[in-house]
């Protein structure tokens, strides 16, 4: 069974620039979530969607966005990027939404580099 | 707020000897309870969780938990460490309710020495 596919895996862009990101789930999975990670800040959670609805949504400004497809694919997006967007951007999906106790796969992640 | 801290940003411990990663956390209710790894350039692997029940969780490559209500801690032990357990360990917490939303800790990096 494929596992979690997230890409592009490493993408460079420059500030102002906009950037989007893909992550498959794994076959019959419905929930997706986004999480940034980096070295200061950690874990920190961007967003959920269940059935191309969006469940639950963290503190990140407007320029962070997302979508879910009817096939559970999700994409995010980013505008007018910063310096400070550079992280490793990972996606998780889960069997339900986040009411079950069930745990998360993550993606090996995208690394985003803004110069 | 709630949160969950993991006060140690490294850990250190010499293959054979046993391992503890500690975790609290401040949540209202029975929150379930989560250990994850993350080896270098990999997404978060699930190691085990914590529902209800027992308060030792045992989960993959010989980790276990213990949970304590009255301490609000679930420490992450293993009784004796291999130097491939080195990897950056993240403890999580998710509040029971239709709208919650996972939280985890900052991390710890476990490093095995030969």
């Known amino acids: 069974k494929a596992g979690v596919t997230q890409t592009p895996r490493y993408l460079i862009k420059t500030r102002g620039q906009q950037v989007t990101l893909s992550c498959s789930p794994i076959s019959g999975h419905r929930s997706v979530s986004w999480y940034q990670q980096t070295p200061g800040q950690g874990l920190q959670f961007l967003f959920e969607y269940f059935s191309e609805t969006q469940r639950n949504k963290g503190n990140f400004p407007g320029r962070f966005s997302g979508r879910q497809f009817s096939n559970s694919r999700s994409e995010m997006n980013v505008s007018t990027l910063e310096l400070g967007d550079s992280a490793l951007y990972l996606c998780?999906?889960?069997?339900?939404?986040?009411?079950?106790?069930?745990?998360?796969?993550f993606g090996e992640g995208s690394r985003l580099t803004v110069l | 707020a709630q949160s969950v801290a993991q006060p140690e940003d490294q850990v250190n411990v010499a293959e054979g000897n046993p391992l503890t990663v500690k975790c609290t956390y401040s949540?209202?209710?029975?929150?379930?309870l989560f250990w994850y790894v993350q080896y270098p350039n990999r997404g978060l692997q699930f190691l085990l969780k914590?529902?209800?029940?027992?308060?030792l969780v045992k989960g993959s490559y010989g980790f276990e938990a213990e949970f304590n209500k009255s301490q609000t801690s679930f420490h992450l032990k293993k009784p004796s460490a291999l130097v491939s357990d080195s990897a950056l360990y993240f403890c999580a917490v998710r509040p029971r309710g239709s709208a919650s939303k996972i939280i985890f800790g900052s991390g710890t990096r476990l490093s095995i020495r030969p």
């Open positions: 914590y529902i209800t029940g027992d308060n």
């Open positions: 949540v209202s209710g029975n929150p379930y």
């Open positions: 998780a999906s889960s069997l339900t939404k986040n009411s079950d106790t069930g745990e998360l796969f």
